[in-house]
């Protein structure tokens, strides 16, 4: 039996159902959404399926019933055709205000064609908006459905020139605003996009909206679940194992159950099953880069990120906190929310193998400036593997001597404890080695623990001089793990920062039968 087609970009709701892709269906969340309300956003990071249930929405509202046959909504929904005006900032050059408002313009231009009006030219962008949704809504006497695909990307595009991305919001402010003003002649409106950016700055005119990006509900609108992979994928992914598979692509979750980035499960697929960085290969987070390393921020800190609903929902041009967006470009997810006295708060992780390994991958390289950093990394994880002390002080001293001067010249990060932390932690963590920063015991915070199917590496930081091993086994980190029943190993790294390098690393042995000390010379 011939198997269905991957839909492999492609977007067009029409496109797959005719041309026998797969379709996992979403018309049961669509359903529902219609018949519960009316003004909805939604925020997913890219290349999540928003424009597929966006056109899926298009082809509902379009009344074109027989395309839904053999899905959840077929015979539960009365297809009636409205006119529907679709914005979408996919595509488009937005690096000057001119080209913006271009962009614009002509997506307003396709609109007229397709619902056969005409707006005057003499009105503004906003005006023409406005216009259209009238004209619309008196020819077709039908109630307008307006759908907006990536509602952000004119101001993400260009978040490092601050002051364009400010103009862009403005503009973006004062064009959304016509949806309210427009009330009595909408049905339905449908607003996606990466950020979520304040109502206060983006959607002051849009109170009456309804933000289901973390509705349990609607926790799997977008990606694929686990049940999805292992039944609607079945034949595809025969013989392959699906634990794996979950470990490498699953655990996006939005406070209901976890779910695939699609465009992970169809490249896995279609490259023969290769565990591979493909969603993540799709876009360099080069901004988000450049943040990391203008707040010296501590990497280590990505373990125990807990945020309430005001902070991850701060994002905006005049102030970006890096946890909240890493969160809202999928780069964290929430792994528990816990109800506090003053509200609900988040844990924060980062959701799966693929992001774990190719954010440090990237992180390592940017805080590091080392060219072919690959052999480090290899050298370093065979080292500890093997328990081989003298070669990990080795390559643990080659990797800090390869960073160039430069790097230390510009800026005074070098004589900070973290920086080194966060270097060794993201070479490691980009290993796929399991990893704990910042890990809590009844004494205090481990700095790193590294966990081997055989052994347990506590793993201590100090500068100049201070006794690194010294603190473990006087605050005895290391009791935390006594009921492992796994080899421990105590790790004191300490570093010089007028040499800005390793200074010495000592490992001991924790054992009630035997012991072992080893320093570097």
């Not at 087609?5 to 996992?24: A, H, N």
């Not at 009636?80 to 679709?86: A, C, G, H, N, T």
């Not at 402010?173 to 996009?193: M, P, Q, R």
């Amino acid at each position: 039996m011939k198997l269905k087609k991957l839909p492999i970009g492609i977007s067009t709701f029409k496109d797959i159902i005719e041309d026998d892709y797969i379709y996992v269906d979403k018309t049961e969340i669509a359903l529902e959404l219609i018949e519960s309300g009316r003004y909805y956003f939604l925020s997913r990071p890219r290349r999540f399926g928003k424009s597929l249930f966006l056109d899926t929405l298009r082809t509902i509202f379009s009344g074109d019933k027989e395309l839904f046959k053999g899905l959840h909504i077929y015979d539960k929904y009365t297809f009636v055709s409205y006119p529907v005006v679709r914005i979408s900032f996919n595509d488009g050059n937005f690096k000057s205000k001119d080209e913006f408002r271009q962009t614009i313009y002509e997506i307003l231009k396709i609109n007229q064609r397709d619902l056969d009006i005409s707006c005057d030219s003499t009105l503004s962008l906003s005006g023409c908006f406005r216009e259209l949704i009238y004209q619309a809504y008196t020819k077709y006497n039908q109630k307008v459905v307006i759908l907006v695909d990536e509602y952000d990307k004119p101001i993400l595009d260009n978040i490092e020139n601050t002051e364009l991305a400010k103009e862009i919001r403005e503009e973006l402010k004062s064009f959304y605003s016509v949806i309210k003003g427009a009330d009595e002649y909408l049905k339905f409106a449908f607003i996606t996009g990466v950020s979520k950016f304040s109502k206060v700055s983006l959607f002051s005119g849009l109170n009456n909206i309804q933000d289901i990006t973390l509705h349990p509900k609607y926790a799997t609108i977008c990606g694929y679940t686990q049940n999805d992979v292992e039944t609607v994928f079945a034949k595809h992914l025969r013989g392959q194992d699906f634990a794996k598979i979950q470990k490498w692509y699953n655990g996006y979750k939005f406070l209901g159950e976890g779910v695939y980035n699609p465009f992970d499960i169809l490249l896995f697929i279609s490259n023969n099953f290769i565990y591979d960085n493909y969603w993540f290969s799709t876009a360099t987070p080069t901004f988000l880069l450049k943040l990391i390393e203008k707040n010296n921020y501590f990497l280590p800190n990505l373990e125990n990120i807990i945020k309430d609903t005001k902070m991850l929902n701060s994002f905006d041009v005049d102030y970006i906190e890096l946890e909240t967006l890493m969160w809202q470009t999928g780069y964290l997810t929430i792994s528990e929310a816990v109800e506090s006295y003053d509200g609900m708060e988040y844990k924060l992780i980062i959701p799966n193998q693929e992001v774990k390994i190719s954010i440090m991958s990237y992180v390592s390289d940017f805080i590091s400036k080392i060219d072919n950093s690959k052999r480090f990394k290899n050298a370093i994880y065979a080292s500890l593997k093997e328990s081989n002390f003298a070669e990990f002080t080795k390559h643990i001293k080659a990797l800090f001597a390869s960073i160039p001067y430069n790097l230390f010249t510009n800026n005074k990060m070098y004589e900070y404890e973290g920086y080194y932390v966060s270097v060794f932690y993201s070479y490691i963590k980009a290993l796929g080695i399991e990893l704990i920063g910042e890990d809590v015991t009844n004494k205090g915070r481990i700095d790193i623990t590294l966990k081997f199917p055989e052994a347990i590496y506590v793993v201590e930081f100090k500068t100049d001089g201070t006794n690194a091993l010294g603190q473990i086994k006087a605050k005895k980190y290391h009791e935390k793990y006594l009921s492992k029943n796994k080899t421990i190993y105590l790790v004191g790294i300490e570093f010089d920062t007028n040499e800005r390098n390793v200074s010495k690393v000592e490992f001991e042995l924790y054992s009630v039968l035997s012991t072992f000390k080893f320093v570097s010379k």
